[in-house]
């Protein structure tokens, strides 16, 4: 796998950390057993699953996903479908802030929230089984070359 993926993907490691902390947290929001510590450090990992690092690991793979159009590769409808969902992310990211000061009861947040990360969860798996795997195999070193020129540094 080529370096650039390699980071993509460890970049989804440490999201998918942060996205079972979410899910285990849940389990008190949809018990009503949720204190106000609980609520506070939800929003808190929410708020790290779309800051700055969220934004410029979207870029990247869009820098990515874009050449990769520009080849003889088939084309799976789910690489067509990335740039929808980053865009589809950002929507709900202004969203389920909006959460910590609704008046929504805890159940309702763990509803939404539940229905976030199992979209969350499908997005990685289309990058990491058909997006990532089709670039590994169609970009040459070149347009490799390209993508790092534009590449923008991601912190964990």
């Keep these: 796998m080529h370096p650039l993926l390699k980071e993509l993907h460890l970049y989804h490691q440490n999201i998918c950390a942060s996205l079972d902390q979410l899910k285990n947290l849940l389990g008190k929001f949809k018990s009503d057993t949720c204190a106000a510590a609980?609520?506070?450090?939800?929003?808190?990992?929410?708020?790290?699953?779309?800051g700055e690092a969220e934004t410029r690991h979207h870029q990247n793979e869009e820098l990515i996903r874009r050449l990769l159009l520009t080849t003889r590769a088939p084309i799976h409808p789910r690489v067509l479908d990335i740039e929808r969902d980053h865009q589809g992310f950002d929507r709900?990211?202004?969203?389920?802030?909006?959460?910590?000061?609704?008046?929504?009861?805890?159940?309702?947040?763990?509803?939404?929230?539940?229905?976030?990360?199992?979209?969350?969860?499908?997005?990685?798996?289309s990058?990491?089984?058909?997006?990532?795997?089709?670039?590994?195999?169609?970009?040459?070193?070149?347009?490799?070359?390209d993508i790092r020129q534009q590449w923008q540094k991601e912190t964990p």
Excluded: G, M, V
């Design 127 to 145: 990058e990491e089984n058909i997006f990532f795997p089709l670039a590994n195999e169609w970009l040459t070193e070149n347009q490799w070359q």
């Design 38 to 50: 609980d609520r506070e450090q939800l929003f808190r990992l929410l708020e790290c699953l779309h």
């Design 92 to 125: 709900i990211a202004r969203q389920l802030k909006a959460l910590e000061q609704s008046s929504h009861a805890p159940k309702e947040i763990a509803t939404f929230i539940e229905d976030y990360i199992h979209k969350y969860y499908d997005h990685l798996d």
